[in-house]
Structure formats: structure tokens, C-alpha cells
């Protein structure tokens, strides 16, 4: 009997690292010169940060900061789905950033179907919030991984438990 290869595709990013970056982001902006006698929050909850700060300057220099500590450490910035900032009480303004994880139903069915046209001997199959990809041939799992990686989603992708 031919042995089976697989690989899990998922939308994740580590946590902790998140974590790290949020607090490095803190501290960055607690010493910076233009934020001195600023309100500048930012509160991280599990499915989302919220930046809260006087102006949409300030807003966007926070992004910048929180977007770079990020990046150092590893964290696709596709994790980040900033919502349109609002007004907060005492003239601050506040912008809610949703964190993106999983991959959403929709999206799974459209990877889905790419796979089986582009690569006729791959099973796929829809696992929850990630897909399991089957194959019999190293190879083909190796093309579907390029051809995954090739497309621009909103989303971004990892590939775990290669087998």
C-alpha cells in the first residue's frame, strides 16, 4: 500500500509574540517625543486591539510603530484588520483593530476548489477553520504549497504537519 503525505493549511500567528510586540509598542511610544503629555492607549483583548489616542496623526504613528515591532518579530501584517477609526469621549479617537485568524468558510471553498483544478491527484478537505490537503505524491503537495503561497490573500497562510 502506497503511504499518504498531507499537510495542514492555516491562518495563526503566535500569540505571545503578539503580546511582546503590543508591550514593545507601548513602551516605544511612552518614550517618544511627540507623544509626550499625549493620551496614547493601546488595549489588547483576545480578538482585537484598540488604539486609543488624541488625533488621527497620532492614530497613524501608533499603526506605524505597532506594525514594525510586529514585522520584527515574525507576525505576517495580513493578521491586522483595521477598522475605521471613531470619535471617543474627550475628543480622543479611537480605532479598533480586529486580529484575523482561522480561515473563514468562504474562503476554504474557494481554496478548495482551486486545488482540485490546478492539482487533479490532491484530496483537500475542510477541517473547522483550516484545510487538510492529501496526496500520494510528495511532489503535488510541494506544487500546492507554491501555488498557495503565489496567491495574494487577505488572509495569511501557514502550512503545518507536513507528513
Not at 476548489?113 to 483537500?124: L, M
Amino acid at each position: 500500500m502506497a503511504q499518504e503525505y498531507s499537510f495542514d493549511v492555516v491562518s495563526d500567528f503566535d500569540h505571545q509574540e503578539m503580546v511582546n510586540a503590543v508591550d514593545q509598542t507601548r513602551r516605544e511610544i511612552q518614550t517618544r517625543y511627540d507623544f509626550k503629555g499625549v493620551t496614547a492607549e493601546i488595549t489588547q483583548e483576545k480578538e482585537q486591539l484598540i488604539l486609543l489616542t488624541e488625533g488621527d496623526m497620532q492614530l497613524r504613528a501608533i499603526l506605524d510603530v505597532l506594525q514594525s515591532k510586529l514585522h520584527r518579530r515574525g507576525i505576517d501584517l495580513k493578521v491586522l484588520d483595521p477598522q475605521k477609526a471613531e470619535p471617543a469621549a474627550k475628543g480622543n479617537v479611537r480605532q479598533v483593530i480586529k486580529l484575523r485568524r482561522g480561515i473563514s468558510e468562504e474562503l476554504a471553498r474557494t481554496l478548495t476548489k482551486k486545488i482540485r483544478s490546478e492539482h487533479p491527484k490532491v484530496q483537500s478537505r475542510i477541517q473547522g477553520d483550516q484545510l487538510r490537503v492529501v496526496s500520494k505524491d510528495k511532489d503535488a503537495l510541494q506544487g500546492v504549497i507554491q501555488a498557495l503561497r503565489a496567491m495574494d490573500l487577505e488572509v495569511p497562510l501557514q502550512f503545518n504537519n507536513y507528513r
